[in-house]
């Protein structure tokens, strides 16, 4: 029987991945005039949180480590202001949302962005007050690709992996997906995430329409 959903965000409620990416690389070309191609960014860092980036950029020696503060600060700022400028309600989001609350299934969502940012985006599509548990990285001691954050969650509802599965998008989220032992639906970008296409996948994963 299906009790809940859990939702990344990046990519699967907001489409806000190449908001992170450009904020990311807008900084780094400010403090050290270095940037990330859209290859890189997808092959290596897409789905890890910033300061992973950062720490990882300065282990390959493409930036310096007494840089990574300064420029995680101002990543932080940018992005903030990349949401307030660009984030807007989605009518499919809270559609969709509307129609869980129906179906007495139980929506969160664990994000490997931190709290402020991601209260801001899910607040500004409309969908915040929607979600009954949202964890980001700053509440999980392991962010994705470990599971901590999709088990923490399943844990305060006591609820079993075989009653709940998770969508993402991008190989570190699938990735903690599939360790949390949930199924998963995987899916391109957040445009691809809407009611019709999670009745879908409920149908095709779960026995009786999947209630």
């Known amino acids: 029987m299906l009790k809940m959903i ?3 965000m990046d990519g699967v409620l907001v489409d806000a991945c190449e908001w992170h990416k450009d904020a990311l690389n807008e900084a780094m070309e400010e403090i050290c005039d270095f940037s990330l191609t859209e290859e890189e960014h997808e092959e290596h860092f897409n789905g890890l949180p910033t300061m992973v ?5 300065a282990e ?3 930036i310096l480590p007494e840089h990574i503060p300064l420029i995680y600060e101002l990543k932080q700022e940018k ?3 990349v ?3 660009k984030a807007t309600l989605d009518k499919s989001k809270i559609d969709l949302m509307v129609w869980l609350e129906n179906n ?3 929506a969160c969502c664990f994000t490997n962005s931190i709290r402020e940012t991601a209260l801001m985006m899910l607040e500004k599509t409309g969908i915040k007050d929607s979600l009954e548990m949202i964890v980001t990285n700053q509440e999980v001691t392991q962010a994705k690709p470990h599971p901590e954050g999709y088990i ?3 844990e305060h509802f006591d609820i079993s992996p075989s009653e709940a599965f998770i969508v993402e998008d991008s190989p570190k989220g699938i ?5 949390s032992g949930c199924k998963v639906m995987k899916v391109k970008n957040a445009t691809y995430v809407n009611t019709n296409s999670i009745k879908e996948f409920i149908d095709e994963s779960f026995n009786s329409n999947g209630r």
Do not use: P, R
């Open 104 to 106: 007495n299934i139980t």
């Open 60 to 62: 390959m020696n493409d």
């Open 53 to 57: 980036k950062l720490k990882k950029l």
């Open 152 to 154: 923490k969650i399943l």
């Open 79 to 81: 992005t903030k202001k």
């Open 6 to 8: 859990i939702f990344d």
């Open 83 to 85: 949401i307030l400028e």
């Open 175 to 179: 990735k903690a997906a599939e360790a």
